[in-house]
């Protein structure tokens, strides 16, 4: 909102020169006279009047450096008739042609009624002419002024307001809501944007559960972590969720899924990785794919934690026009805890900054040591990346999605 009308005004003891436009039928006035003028500047503030004598002069005479409009209540409504008998309705038709202007209202004492009602319509303020001098003129402009640019500021602030609760809403409402009806498997996520007040970021993870019984996991990240990205890992999520469900896995699923980032992309040099894994009905095995993206870690029962395979991964999405992705099948036994993660956790530093960074193998024995101390599901995860945020020295720079899937039956 330009608050340049309502610049110069007068704090502490300081001097400001104040432009008041004047709209009254008698050039005459007592507005005009020497007296009030002079009044005016002994107070501490000189005030500039123009003055209009009708509203289409006073059309012309506002202009950006005029602070405060003074309307004198008994106006012949040049434009009135259009509204009927209406007495504000030349105050109406100044606050419609100066919405950011403070404006007040000038009226006989015998119509304190009529006055009382403007400012109910808009005005800041009302002046009565016989009690007018020009302390209480000066007093008045610059009240109007402060109090039309606190009420600028409170309309900022509530549309301000309503625009993060818009966003939230909207952002919410595009993070996964996972599939797991008739699993046995436990789910957590951690999810963490990099930009500043934001809920959504250039990650993406999904979790769903087919009708032939398998869990379908995945885990992205769009390079970059602006909106653009966050609103192209929302259309990679779902179109994933879409492929899994149409039948697609492995290599067919990823290469549709190129095709989808070629399309969607604003730029050849954007690119995601991901990774994949489908877990068989009976939770023991999965089949593992990755798009350039870290392996998954897994804890198997009564093992420590480590890295599932990564030689046989392909590139990352929308780097190379004919890429392959091969599915490696992984055994993952009866109990187990398999954490998948985006780079965001793994590339902070290990002591601060300067420090080499993470790493990996700094994750898997950060997560070794968790769960020695009995951390499962959603408290591991939200330990893992607060400890990565205090190893970092300070917040981290990139967006982090981490997310748990777990089984703890050892029959079947």
């Known amino acids: 909102m330009d608050a340049t009308p309502m610049t110069g005004t007068v704090t502490g003891t300081d001097r400001t020169d104040l432009t008041l436009l004047v709209v009254e039928d008698d050039p005459a006035g007592a507005l005009a006279v020497p007296e009030l003028l002079d009044a005016a500047d002994a107070a501490g503030t000189r005030v500039r009047i123009r003055t209009a004598r009708n509203l289409t002069e006073a059309e012309r005479l506002l202009t950006d450096d005029v602070h405060c409009v003074l309307v004198d209540l008994s106006l012949p409504g040049a434009r009135a ?112 944007p990099g930009r500043s007040r934001a809920l959504l970021g250039g990650d993406f993870y999904d979790v769903v559960r087919t009708p032939d019984g398998t869990v379908h996991a995945m885990i992205g990240d769009v390079c970059g972590h602006g909106p653009d990205e966050a609103a192209l890992g929302v259309e990679l999520r779902i179109a994933w969720r879409a492929l899994t469900f149409a039948g697609l896995c492995g290599d067919e699923l990823l290469s549709t899924m190129q095709q989808v980032l070629e399309h969607e992309r604003e730029s050849e040099e954007i690119f995601a990785t991901l990774c994949t894994v489908d877990i068989a009905p009976d939770g023991r095995r999965a089949g593992l794919c990755l798009a350039g993206h870290p392996s998954p870690l897994i804890a198997r029962q009564g093992r420590t934690a480590r890295l599932l395979p990564y030689e046989d991964g392909g590139p990352a999405l929308g780097l190379l026009p004919r890429a392959r992705w091969p599915r490696r099948q992984v055994e993952l036994g009866g109990a187990w805890s398999l954490l998948m993660y985006t780079d965001g956790l793994i590339e902070g530093r290990s002591a601060g900054p300067g420090s080499p960074r993470l790493g990996q193998d700094g994750m898997v024995e950060m997560i070794n040591r968790q769960l020695a101390s009995g ?18 020295g300070g917040e981290l720079t990139d967006d982090v999605a981490v997310l748990a899937l777990e089984r703890d039956r050892t029959r079947g």
């Open 375 to 392: 951390l499962r599901g959603e408290e591991l995860l939200e330990a893992a990346v607060t400890e990565v945020r205090s190893l970092n």
């Open 81 to 192: 008739g259009a509204a009927g008998d209406d007495p504000l309705a030349p105050l109406r038709h100044i606050l419609r042609l100066a919405p950011r202007h403070a404006v007040l209202a000038l009226a006989g004492s015998a119509d304190a009624e009529l006055a009382a009602e403007a400012v109910r319509v808009g005005a800041q303020d009302h002046l009565f002419r016989e009690e007018l001098d020009g302390r209480l003129l000066s007093r008045a402009i610059r009240y109007a002024v402060e109090r039309k640019r606190a009420d600028a500021v409170q309309v900022k602030l509530a549309e301000s307001r309503l625009r993060a609760q818009e966003n939230a809403r909207l952002e919410r409402g595009l993070l996964p809501t996972p599939l797991l009806e008739g699993s046995d498997l436990r789910f957590a996520a951690h999810y963490r």
